[in-house]
T-cell receptor, first 114, second 111 residues
């Protein structure tokens, strides 16, 4: 399968703990996006990378959130000092620079903060 | 990106055509209409997109009105596996331009 992979699929953590999620995009895709989705809502944009450069960050991405894509391949999203409001599905997507079809999404990581 | 308006939910009988409407009255001339769907517990999946001509692929047909202020996604023979949330998005066709999702239409296909 050469789709977008996300790990883990599910994460339960205690409030105040740090968590890190990983996304492996489609290998030839140079753009990578992170979205967050809460129950009953559409996905909300968090940030995106072109190769290793983080080009845009949403206001939703507070100081507790950090994303990296060190070699322009996989990406990590870290949440420090988790809060119950961070409970959501975190989706990763990738695309080629000139891809009219938009993005290919992964299946997401569901975070539950207890 | 222009905003879109979709019904919150729709039902469709299995085997019948599902017609999902979308209003995008403030669409700009260089904005495309994209449709994605999201099946429960999965990431959104691309369905189809178009600028002003009607489009068809193996999944669906997209009908865009002549004034481009609205569109309809047609699933010609809906199956139970088409039960999902369908998102209509308008965006400039540039891979760097992020997708902005609204609430979508929850389509329930019933036997």
């Amino acid at each position: 399968d050469t789709g977008v992979s996300q790990d883990p699929r599910h994460k339960i953590t205690k409030r105040g703990q740090n968590v890190t999620f990983r996304c492996d995009p489609i290998s030839e895709h140079n753009r990578l996006y992170w979205y967050r989705q809460t129950l009953g809502q559409g996905p909300e944009f968090l940030t995106y990378f072109q190769n290793e450069a983080q080009l845009e960050k949403s206001r939703l991405l507070s100081d507790r959130f950090s994303a990296e894509r060190p070699k322009g391949s996989f990406s990590t999203l870290e949440i420090q000092r988790t809060e119950q409001g961070d409970s959501a599905m975190y989706l990763c997507a990738s695309s080629q620079l000139a891809n009219e079809r938009g993005y290919t999404f992964g299946s997401g990581t569901r975070l539950t903060v207890v | 990106d222009a905003k879109t308006t979709q019904p919150t939910s729709m039902d469709c009988a299995e085997g019948r055509a599902a017609n999902l409407p979308c209003n995008h009255s403030t669409i700009s001339g260089n904005e495309y209409v994209y449709w994605y769907r999201q099946i429960h517990s999965q990431g959104p999946q691309y369905i189809i997109h178009g600028l002003k001509n009607n489009e068809t692929n193996e999944m669906a047909s997209l009908i865009i009105t002549e004034d481009r202020k609205s569109s309809t996604l047609i699933l010609p023979h809906a199956t139970l596996r088409d039960t999902a949330v369908y998102y209509c998005i308008v965006r400039v066709n540039n891979a760097g331009n992020m997708l902005t999702f609204g609430g979508g239409t929850r389509l329930m296909v019933k036997p």
